[in-house]
């Protein structure tokens, strides 16, 4: 199957400094890409849609200003956290669909493990 | 409000027996329902989907039901082997992909030797 690709697998950061976050599609050209968060035991849940060459769509409760999403290239979407809190320590995992592949199936990245200290 | 549910947060199924993990929905809007494993500090990785024009779809030891009027569908593994221990994710999307995933809280597959 397709192969999405995140970076780095973890990270730690002092609060108050920004983090970015790489998402490449390896093998096909995503046009949208999403980024989701985990709590611990909880379920991932969509933080904003990344669009080529326009800007992202937030969900409701997420902070645009804070969460920074570009998306520069069919390959490539970065998030970046400004100005990171310990709140904002998760697991962050970004997918793409395959705009070849059936419907609506979505590869997920291995994931970003955040901890803000 | 939780509109994808899995109300089982864990379960624990012999070596050789039938997994059964249940997923519930509230949106009548959703016509796509994925579901994904994953293991701990990973990404999940689909397994099976399943149209909300099929109410069946199999694939290898997995098979997907959908019950449309009861809002209701199912994975089932068979036969269940050590490797599947694992959380199992239910998802669904609506129109035809262009939106994220709402993903359900996830269940614990144990499976037991």
């Known amino acids: 199957g397709a192969v999405v690709s995140q970076h780095p697998s973890w990270v730690i950061c002092k609060s108050g400094t920004s983090v970015k976050i790489e998402c490449r599609s390896l093998?096909?050209?995503?046009?949208?890409m999403f980024w989701y968060r985990q709590f611990p035991k909880q379920s991932l849940m969509l933080m904003a849609t990344?669009?080529?060459?326009?800007?992202?769509?937030?969900e409701q409760g997420v902070e645009k200003d804070k969460f920074l999403i570009n998306h520069a290239s069919l390959t490539l979407s970065t998030l970046t956290v400004t100005s990171a809190h310990p709140e904002d320590s998760s697991f962050y995992i970004c997918?793409?669909?395959?705009?070849?592949?059936?419907?609506?199936?979505?590869?997920f990245g291995q994931g970003t493990r955040l901890t803000v200290v | 409000d939780q509109q994808v549910k899995q109300n089982s947060p864990s379960l624990s199924v012999q070596e050789g027996r039938i997994s059964i993990l249940n997923c519930d929905y509230t949106?009548?809007?959703?016509?796509?329902f994925l579901w994904y494993k994953k293991y701990p500090a990973e990404g999940p990785t689909f397994l099976i989907s399943?149209?909300?024009?099929?109410d069946k779809n199999e694939d290898g030891r997995f098979t997907v039901f959908l019950n449309k009027s009861a809002k209701h569908l199912s994975l089932h593994i068979v036969p269940s082997q050590p490797g599947d221990s694992a959380v199992y994710f239910c998802?669904?999307?609506?129109?035809?992909?262009?939106?994220?995933?709402?993903f359900g809280k996830g269940t614990h597959l144990i499976i037991q030797p």
């Open positions: 997918s793409a669909r395959d705009p070849g592949g059936w419907d609506t199936e979505a590869f």
């Open positions: 093998d096909f050209q995503a046009t949208t």
């Open positions: 990344s669009n080529e060459g326009s800007k992202a769509t937030y």
């Open positions: 949106n009548s809007m959703f016509d796509y």
């Open positions: 399943i149209s909300s024009i099929k």
């Open positions: 998802a669904a999307n609506k129109g035809g992909g262009a939106d994220g995933l709402t």
